[in-house]
């Protein structure tokens, strides 16, 4: 098997780590990621995110953040051999120069951030991307189980965003919000775990003119490995789905446009396809992308490739 470097967009570590009481190398409960399976999978670099459990919502919310920015923090201390993070684009530039594991962190769902200002004080926590909204409400944006835009404030986030170079993530937004934030952003916009709205018609996923606004500006929809993203027909969704959905999007947006946003440990095991129960099987996908004729160089660009050049952009905005 050709061995890709992998960066995968979107991990829930801290929030599983945290709230199951999970070991990071050795749980005692059956997860989808530990650090001895990033490391099999060659996983160079995560997204990892801060995201807060709706049971945590509104009283425990920033409390639930900093305690796992606490956890990364400690996972930095901890396995510093192993894992370190990225802040900067020098941080960035050390992706594949060894065996090390970059974190990027993500906040999925602005809802720690109780007024805009404090977004300086999450910026020098780490925080270098942020999806406005998970599926509910609130203070800034909608997500995709409600349907209101942006707010005042929502505006002058995504604004401040732009000035602090924290890139927009549009994954969660619903439709409206989604048109009124990549009008706002001057980065390079992303969508970290998204599939094809035309092949599994769920609000989580992106229509056509949705995928081609974030190509166009230079962006990267990671492929999602939810099998409620990914379902196409009856059966439970295999490696093909995840190909048919890279395929489609490849073919409508191009091939520098199209990376892995896994969203591992998002949900049960058994909500995943089979085959890929575990962040060590991410090689599977390449394996199989290449199996199915695709060159060398356009897996390298969907396993790692794309998400690094606009994250080498973004970072030096």
């Given at each position: 098997m050709k061995n890709f470097l992998i960066i995968d967009a979107h991990e829930d570590i801290a929030f599983h780590l945290n709230y199951f009481k999970r070991d990071f190398v050795n749980p005692?409960?059956?997860?989808?990621?530990?650090?001895?399976?990033?490391?099999?999978?060659?996983?160079?670099?995560?997204?990892?995110?801060?995201?807060?459990?709706?049971?945590?919502?509104?009283?425990?919310?920033?409390?639930?953040?900093?305690?796992?920015?606490?956890?990364?923090?400690?996972?930095?201390?901890?396995?510093?051999?192993?894992?370190?993070?990225?802040?900067?684009?020098q941080d960035l530039s050390r992706f594949g120069q060894d065996s090390k594991i970059g974190f990027l962190t993500l906040m999925e769902g602005a809802d720690p951030i109780e007024k805009v200002e404090d977004l300086y004080e999450f910026h020098r926590r780490g925080i270098r991307i942020i999806g406005p909204a998970w599926n509910n409400k609130n203070q800034y944006a909608s997500g995709s189980d409600s349907e209101d835009g942006l707010?005042?404030?929502?505006?002058?986030?995504?604004?401040?965003?732009?000035?602090?170079?924290?890139?927009?993530?549009?994954?969660?937004?619903?439709?409206?919000?989604?048109?009124?934030?990549?009008?706002?952003?001057?980065?390079?916009?992303?969508?970290?775990?998204?599939?094809?709205?035309?092949?599994?018609?769920?609000?989580?996923n992106l229509r056509d003119e949705q995928l081609k606004a974030i190509s166009d500006r230079g962006g990267v929809i990671g492929i999602v490995l939810y099998n409620y993203f990914l379902k196409i027909g009856d059966e439970t969704p295999t490696l093909e789905e995840v190909f048919a959905h890279a395929d489609y999007m490849i073919n409508l947006c191009g091939e520098d446009n199209v990376g892995i946003g896994s969203d591992m440990d998002g949900a049960r095991i058994e909500d995943f396809p089979e085959g890929l129960k575990t962040i060590a099987d991410l090689p599977k996908i390449a394996q199989y992308f290449l199996d199915k004729g695709y060159s060398e160089d356009r897996v390298s660009k969907i396993m790692s490739g794309n998400f690094l050049r606009v994250m080498q952009n973004n970072l030096n905005t």
């Open positions: 005692s409960t059956p997860c989808m990621i530990t650090l001895p399976g990033l490391k099999e999978g060659n996983v160079r670099m995560v997204f990892n995110t801060v995201f807060i459990h709706p049971k945590h919502k509104p009283d425990k919310t920033v409390q639930s953040a900093l305690e796992q920015l606490d956890k990364y923090d400690e996972i930095y201390e901890l396995f510093s051999n192993d894992v370190y993070q990225i802040k900067n684009v707010s005042e404030d929502g505006v002058r986030l995504i604004k401040r965003m732009n000035e602090l170079g924290i890139t927009l993530d549009l994954s969660h937004l619903n439709e409206k919000c989604f048109w009124e934030a990549i009008e706002l952003t001057d980065l390079i916009p992303i969508a970290t775990h998204s599939n094809a709205r035309a092949l599994t018609d769920h609000s989580r």
